[in-house]
């Protein structure tokens, strides 16, 4: 595999589900401090690339790096802030959301070990990037839905990451919350690092993606300046319905 400076190489990946071929030999590079989102038509392997990029679904064939190192080699998960597809931020267990966002700093920490005035100031960031320090000592099972994911998308900013890898973020949440996500995503951008985000529709997003590309049965048949007009934003679009996650990956 050649190296180049990407954050996230994929080179030949070929994904199989069951007795089905999900991704066909598909490559994708995303370099540092570059915006990159994956669109494309239900079933496309959108959500399937991404979680083999993060290693949450193994390759029948190809390779990933990471950071410049291979995929089984890799252990700094808290480099990658992930957020999975349409799950929740209410686990059943009663919490606040400094509480759940604090989740996101313990890969940078050891367990037994309290938490820093630095914890607690990236908290109380990454907090008020998402535009929810009005509601910091609620209960997230309190908030909407659009809400609980912005505390999703908060506690894998409070690790500092480096990459931040979002599946579908603005699916389902509404105009309010998709606003204060864009926002959210624009001071992240802003800070020079890198993002990896499948969108069904880019909206608001538009203006801050570096390069789109556009998965079809499979294969990658774009990548490059985002189509226009649109073309696959309106198409069915897959969903991966779990919270399957690496430990650390939220961090």
Not at 116 to 124: G, L, N, S
Request: no cysteine; proline share 5%.
């Amino acid at each position: 595999m050649t190296r180049t400076d990407g954050v996230v190489e994929v080179r030949g990946a070929v994904v199989t589900l069951g007795d089905r071929v999900v991704l066909h030999g598909v490559d994708l590079t995303v370099p540092s401090g570059e915006v990159v989102t994956l669109l494309g038509a239900n079933g496309s392997g959108k959500s399937t690339l991404v979680r083999a990029a993060v290693g949450l679904v193994p390759l029948t064939a190809g390779e990933v790096h990471l950071f410049g190192t291979p995929l089984a080699a890799f252990h700094d998960w808290s480099r990658i802030g992930y957020v999975p597809q349409r799950t929740t931020a209410a686990a059943g267990v009663p919490a606040t959301v400094r509480e759940v966002v604090a989740s996101g700093r313990l890969a940078r920490r050891s367990l037994f070990r309290s938490g820093t005035r630095r914890d607690r100031e990236a908290v109380e960031e990454a907090i008020e990037l998402v535009g929810l320090s009005d509601r910091t000592d609620e209960s997230v099972s309190a908030l909407s839905g659009g809400q609980q994911q912005r505390v999703l998308i908060a506690r894998a900013a409070a690790g500092d990451p480096d990459l931040l890898v979002l599946d579908e973020p603005n699916a389902g949440i509404d105009r309010r919350s998709q606003e204060a996500f864009a926002r959210a995503l624009r001071t992240f951008v802003a800070s020079g690092r890198t993002v990896l985000l499948v969108l069904h529709e880019m909206g608001l997003l538009a203006p801050l993606m570096s390069r789109g590309v556009v998965l079809d049965a499979g294969r990658v048949v774009h990548d490059g300046p985002l189509p226009v007009p649109n073309a696959y934003a309106g198409a069915p679009h897959d969903h991966f319905h779990g919270d399957d996650a690496r430990p650390g990956l939220f961090g």
